[in-house]
């Protein structure tokens, strides 16, 4: 195509010129369409180049790392180390590598994990390019963590650009390599379905699929979550840990902060999602100490809250651990807070009666009558244990009346069920 057939299409004009006109005709009229495209281009507003962009700054002036090369391009690759002695939140870094492992198998539900260390565990957390995953989703920042002693060391890779994904994705597959399980949060929802795809997408062999995995969310949501207003990571920090962040980047502006960096390349766009990142790996760490205390015991319990404990003991029923569970309760029935204290003695009784320890629960209950006589929970269960086991109906009989006299208003249903009850002990013990 000639210079001025491009010209035509440049000013939307087809066709080809007559053969009267000039060539020094057609080349005037050109100059004159082209000197009314600039005049128009020259009254249009123009953008200007933004302060940060004439001032960007490079990556490493703003974060300490090196690029690093694998058989499949490079990457960005930082290394922090939050030595023993530092604080995360109320409580010191080495604390956090005493976690119980026994507890940590019971919380992410995997048997195996009981027989690791701590430093076998590798921590993981993203920052992706969308929250919503998908094929379209792109992992740009995968931060990890892992103990060398009692220091946490939090390592990031950061993908520069696209064409970066593949060598970083090896470079995470490397470091996966040398541990035996995974600590996430939401990460069974999210993360490691995202990085499945995307090693998919990369034909590369996805290391993460095999390995033992704690999701940290839900045992958070079970032990923690009925006093929590939800169960983000950030809440758990500050209303549990003792951490607060300021000045933290938003999660759903971390996207849009990468895609700015890709068209800047100003580095300053990035230095709070790192440090959100390097956060969010250190607090998943302080947060597997506090919830494997929860669950043995650990540190000093007038330090935990009792709430949390009764939730704990409760945790270790749902696994069987009923011992467990048992040392737990036991403790709480002594709790100041009374309605904590019945909590744990009702859950300590149930707990004897699915196991058939029938002299440990009728105590409880009798111990509860005690102290309350309109204890609907307590006198209903000893009304049964008379009537179904001991077959003492006269005494099933008075206990349901009393409740029936009693000054405590009884919902229609609990009513209902007490008149039943009663209608059949009397049946009973005529021998009906």
Sequence with gaps: MSVKDRLKRL??????????????????ELRKKIDAIMARRASYPQKTVSHRARSARDLREVITGEEVSNALGTCFFCRNAFLSRSY???????????????????????????????????????????LSGGTGTFAFLI?????EGEDFI?????????????????????????????????????????????YILNRLEDPLIAMPHLDLLFPSRRLLGYRLENSRLVTLESRILGFARTGDVPGYEIPKRYFDWLKSRDASLLEDVFLHNRLDVVSMVALVSHLSDLLTGGGSRQDLHHGDLLAAAKFHIGRGRYESARSILEGLTASPHRPTAREARITLSLACKRQGRWDEA?????????????????????????????????????I??????????????????????????KRKASGN
């Design 362 to 398: 009728v105590k409880i209950w009798e111990e509860m009558t005690a102290g309350d006589p309109e204890d609907l929970f307590a006198a209903e269960e000893l009304a049964k244990w008379f009537e179904h086991h001991v077959h003492d109906y006269s005494k099933a009989i008075e």
């Design 154 to 198: 939090v390592c990031q890779l950061f993908s520069r650009d696209y064409h970066e994904e593949a060598s970083m994705l090896a470079l995470l597959a490397e470091i996966a390599r040398e541990k035996r399980f995974l600590v996430t949060f939401n990460g069974r929802g999210f993360d490691l379905s995202l990085l499945a795809a995307r």
């Design 11 to 28: 000013t939307g004009e087809g066709g080809q010129p007559t053969d009267n006109v000039s060539q020094s005709e057609i080349i005037s």
């Design 400 to 425: 349901v009346r009393r409740l029936l006299a009693g000054r405590k208003i009884l919902s229609p249903d609990e009513k209902e069920g007490l008149l039943h009850r009663l209608a059949r002990l």
């Design 143 to 147: 931060g990890l963590g892992w103990f």
């Design 88 to 130: 995360h939140g109320s409580c010191e870094v080495s604390r956090f590598a005493l976690a119980d492992m026994e507890a940590a198998s019971l919380l992410a539900g995997h048997p195996g994990i009981s027989s690791m260390a701590i430093t076998d565990a590798l921590f993981l957390d993203t920052e992706t390019t969308g």
